[in-house]
């Protein structure tokens, strides 16, 4: 069977996946602040329309000493939705964090227990 567009896949939406080594000791820590201000902040996006669903994290059995232990997934509805995404967070960011200026330092705070070693971008191709 041929189909219209001649794919056999529709375009899917788009997600991110942030790889995440948390420091010895710390897990529980970072775990904590997901499951508090982080879920805050992704709540006041999906309400802002600027993801589709509160993103998912997951604990992971990491292999070596720079693996992840968690993933932290979000996800968009397509790769438009990343267009100026930082400008359309701020005013997000700034509700939750109480200032842009207080939430660049909770982030370095954060980097004491935790390190970002990475993460990409995939978008879902759907099966027709």
Same mark, same amino acid.
Not at 9 to 17: L, P, R
Not at 30 to 46: G, I
Not at 79 to 97: C, F, N, Q, S, Y
């Given at each position: 069977m041929a189909y219209a567009d001649g794919r056999d896949y529709t375009d899917g939406s788009v997600?991110?996946? &942030?790889?995440? *080594?948390?420091?010895?000791g710390h897990f529980d820590e970072y775990m904590h602040w997901l499951a #508090? #201000?982080?879920?805050? @902040? =992704?709540?006041? =996006?999906k309400k802002a329309g600027l993801i589709l669903k509160l993103p998912g994290s997951w604990s992971f059995e990491a292999r070596g000493p720079n693996d992840p232990?968690?993933? @932290?997934? #979000?996800?968009y509805k397509n790769w &438009? &939705?990343?267009?100026? @995404?930082?400008?359309?967070t701020d005013a997000v960011i700034a509700e939750v964090a109480g200032s842009l200026e207080q939430a660049?330092?909770? =982030?370095?705070? *954060?980097?004491?227990? *935790?390190t970002v070693l990475g993460s990409q971008t995939m978008q879902a191709a759907v099966l027709k």
């Amino acid at each position: 069977m041929a189909y219209a567009d001649g794919r056999d896949y529709t375009d899917g939406s788009v997600i991110n996946v &942030a790889a995440i *080594r948390t420091v010895d000791g710390h897990f529980d820590e970072y775990m904590h602040w997901l499951a #508090t #201000t982080y879920k805050k @902040l =992704q709540e006041a =996006q999906k309400k802002a329309g600027l993801i589709l669903k509160l993103p998912g994290s997951w604990s992971f059995e990491a292999r070596g000493p720079n693996d992840p232990d968690v993933y @932290l997934i #979000t996800e968009y509805k397509n790769w &438009a &939705a990343l267009d100026g @995404l930082g400008h359309k967070t701020d005013a997000v960011i700034a509700e939750v964090a109480g200032s842009l200026e207080q939430a660049d330092h909770a =982030q370095a705070e *954060r980097a004491k227990i *935790r390190t970002v070693l990475g993460s990409q971008t995939m978008q879902a191709a759907v099966l027709k």
